[in-house]
């Protein structure tokens, strides 16, 4: 997922972005998806699991003007699955999520809009 496996997680958070990678430490921890002390881990250390909520992370405080969501929890543990909800939840971002996961759809709580099916 990312180019340089030796960049920490902490730069590869802050690249594109204002100012030197520690200015970005807060924000990299706010939304929880990666706890501190994976920090200044090397991406190429840090499991699939925490480079997609390296990448999520990113995303959710990329400040997006809409976040498209297509079958956001195929593949995903029951934790992370859990993470993500919290984090999406947590950050306000207008949202369209596309959903065939039950669980998912039974705790949604936003506005819902059902496709018939064919």
Known sequence: VFPNP????LQVFAAGRPGGPEDHQVNLVALGLLP???AHTPVGRLS???QRRLALDRLLTSNP???LLDEPTNHLSLTL???LEAAV???KLPLVAVSHD????RRWTGDE???PSS
């Open 36 to 38: 501190p002390r994976d």
């Open 102 to 105: 039950r669980w998912l759809r």
């Open 65 to 67: 003007h809409v976040l």
């Open 6 to 9: 030796t960049a920490t997680a």
């Open 89 to 91: 939840l947590g950050s």
């Open 81 to 83: 699955v859990e993470e």
């Open 113 to 115: 809009l059902r496709l």
């Open 48 to 50: 699939v699991g925490q």
